[in-house]
């Protein structure tokens, strides 16, 4: 049987692709190939990061007050640092910043309206 070994990427919808694109890159650092949209290879994940592949109830409150039936989930060097930057970008912060036993959490409303949630993933050597 052949199996999944990761997430190769995520892709969605936009009515102003070029725009959502260049806010990205200069708001959270993405190297955007106009063609690929950005990479990121294994070797630049922090220790302590992976990828999460996960359903969610219909019912869920968790993508609010977005409407999108997804979120999208980045790993980030700074949690702080780029939510400075994002509100710099003229997006909103939904919530503030949580400490989980893994790592800190913060999300915003990116340009579109979609949920984003950023992770800066506790380092495999402050356990």
């Excluded at 409150?61 to 700074?78: A, G, Q, W």
């Excluded at 309206?113 to 495999?124: C, D, I, M, S, T």
């Amino acid at each position: 049987m052949a199996k999944v070994l990761g997430v190769g990427g995520v892709f969605f919808r936009s009515a102003k692709n070029e725009e959502v694109a260049a806010w990205y890159q200069e708001h959270l650092g993405f190297k955007m190939d106009p063609n690929y949209g950005a990479t990121f290879t294994p070797d630049q994940m922090p220790p302590g990061g992976l990828t999460v592949f996960a359903a969610f109830k219909g019912d869920t409150k968790y993508f609010d007050p977005s409407e999108s039936p997804f979120m999208v989930n980045l790993v980030v060097d700074d949690v702080v640092q780029a939510i400075e930057q994002i509100k710099a970008g003229g997006c909103e912060q939904v919530d503030g910043i949580l400490d989980e036993e893994y790592g800190r959490f913060a999300w915003f409303i990116d340009p579109e309206g979609r949920k984003v949630e950023l992770w800066q993933p506790k380092a495999a050597s402050e356990d």
